[in-house]
Each structure stands twice: as structure tokens, then as C-alpha cells.
């Protein structure tokens, strides 16, 4: 009677699909690789998001969630949680913590955020960051002007951009641009905490106050009349991006120091806002290496 002398490789296989699982993990908590879209019983089509209190935030996603409450100047009220999310979060014990810790369901989360919110089992509620001010940028040689860019998405994607490359702040206005949220500081993985978020009223006053601070001002421009890479000079430059689909307004351009392209030598010769963001702020990073 012949034996199988075949291996079990069941419990092999198990093991490195664990470890490949947990590699994936530690990437999209990162913000190095996209989260799957989380596939949901049931759509809530009823759901509708609650009303916020002035300065309430809601929060979610384990690198945001940990990010926001390492930081200091955060106010945290409640950090609704899984048992499974929250060991992931390693932040001690729930009885130890500064701030109430609910376990909830998943469901519960997707009662607050809605069902599609890829929250990770945990919700952070919180108040918005102090509000900051231009003259506290003195000591930054690179900063970061938004024109009207409207998507949470692409702005929290250029904030993980600007603190990668060390930029002081990301300064925008008021109107037509998001305000702090939760799916802002999703797509910034954590940036939000790192890098002051400036609101102003009036960006050409924000511009000049910019130059008298001893900025160059560079309007970033698909057709600008030269490459950004000849148009820099001093130590201190602000980039000055367009919103997705119109780019720079025309009171902007007219206010900047100058306007400049990205030179692309592709067939395509325009990028996502975030996408150019993140080119221009290498290229800046490259000057002001040369300059110091």
C-alpha cells in the first residue's frame, strides 16, 4: 500500500498569506498603495450625513486616526472603535487614555460616516485645528498657495506631497476650497496633523502679504512663458496652484511674482493638480538645496 508523501502545504501557505496581508496593511495605512472600496451588504440609499457643531470634526481610518491623536493641538472628544481596530491602533489601553473610548460595531461608524466611508472600524471625533496666520510663516522657505482648489481629495493628496517635501503650510481661501473634514484628512494619511492648513479671506491679499514677507510668488501655468526650473530666484518661494479645471484665475496670475510651465516632453502636457504639485515641489526642493 502506497503513502502520499506529499507535503501539507496548507499551513505554509497560510502563514505568507498572513504576512502578505499584513505588508498590504502597513502600505495603505500609509498611504503608499489605494484602499480597496470596502464591498457593503447593504446601501444605506436613506443615509443622510449628520449636522455638525461649528469646530466638529469627525475623523476615520487607522493612519489618520493615530496621526490625529499623536498631535498635541488636537481637542479630542470620543474615539468610537472595533475591538479589531483598535489593537491595530496600538495606543494603549482604552482605561488609560485621556479621552473616552467607545466599542462599537462597524455598522455603528457606518450609521455616522456612511456606508461608503472606508473608516477601518474607527471614527474619531475631534474640534478643528487652531486657526493659523501668514506672519507665523517667517521662517519657511517653501510654502504651498492653492487657487480655488475644490477637491478633498486632491488637496489631501497635495498636503501628504508638501510635507513629504518639507513645505511649511498650505495656504488657501475660504470659498471654494474644503474645509477640514474627514475625507480630507483620509487622503492626506495623516498630513493634516503635520502641516498648518491656512484659511484666508482674500488670496491676492494673501499673495502680496506673501512678497512683503520676502517670498517669490510662482503661478504654476500649463502655457507660463518659461520652465519652472529657470524661473526661480532668492530662497523663499510660494507655489501657486490652479484649481482642476480652470487653473489660475486671472486676478492671480496678474498678482504672482511670475508664472511658469512644467515642461513635459510626453504626448500629455497637463497633470492632476496634485500630480504637478508634487513635480513642482521637487523642483523647488532642487533650488533651494543650491541656494542655501
Not at 37 to 52: G, H, V, Y
Not at 85 to 107: C, T
Not at 191 to 207: S, W
Amino acid at each position: 500500500m502506497s503513502k502520499d508523501k506529499t507535503p501539507d502545504k496548507s499551513g505554509r501557505d497560510s502563514h505568507y498569506a498572513t504576512l502578505r496581508r499584513n505588508v498590504r496593511d502597513a502600505k495603505r495605512e500609509r498611504g503608499e498603495i489605494p484602499t480597496p472600496q470596502q464591498k457593503r451588504q447593504k446601501s444605506n440609499k436613506d443615509w443622510k450625513p449628520p449636522q455638525l457643531q461649528p469646530e466638529q470634526v469627525f475623523l476615520y481610518g487607522l493612519h489618520t486616526v493615530r496621526a490625529a491623536i499623536d498631535n498635541p493641538e488636537r481637542r479630542l472628544v470620543k474615539l468610537s472603535v472595533t475591538q479589531n481596530a483598535f489593537a491595530r491602533l496600538d495606543i494603549g489601553e482604552a482605561e488609560a487614555l485621556k479621552f473616552p473610548v467607545e466599542f462599537v460595531a462597524p455598522q455603528d461608524i457606518d450609521n455616522v460616516l456612511g456606508p461608503e466611508a472606508i473608516h477601518q472600524g474607527v471614527m474619531l471625533e475631534t474640534r478643528a485645528l487652531p486657526a493659523r496666520r501668514l506672519d507665523a510663516l517667517k521662517n519657511s522657505p517653501l510654502l504651498l498657495v492653492l487657487d480655488q482648489v475644490t477637491d478633498p481629495h486632491n488637496v489631501g493628496a497635495i498636503m501628504r506631497s508638501a510635507v513629504a517635501f518639507g513645505a511649511g503650510a498650505i495656504i488657501t481661501t475660504q470659498r471654494h476650497s474644503p474645509t477640514e473634514s474627514g475625507v480630507l484628512a483620509k487622503s492626506a494619511s495623516g498630513a493634516l496633523e503635520l502641516i498648518p492648513y491656512i484659511q484666508i479671506t482674500n488670496l491676492a491679499d494673501a499673495v502680496a502679504e506673501l512678497h512683503k514677507l520676502g517670498f517669490q510668488t510662482i503661478g504654476l501655468d500649463s502655457e507660463g512663458p518659461a520652465p519652472i526650473e529657470g524661473t526661480f530666484r532668492g530662497d523663499r518661494v510660494a507655489l501657486v496652484l490652479g484649481s482642476e479645471g480652470k487653473g489660475l484665475r486671472q486676478k492671480t496670475r496678474e498678482t504672482v511674482s511670475d508664472l511658469a510651465r512644467l515642461d513635459m516632453p510626453g504626448e500629455i502636457k497637463s497633470l492632476n493638480v496634485s500630480n504637478a504639485a508634487a513635480v513642482a515641489l521637487y523642483a523647488t526642493r532642487q533650488h533651494l538645496a543650491k541656494v542655501k
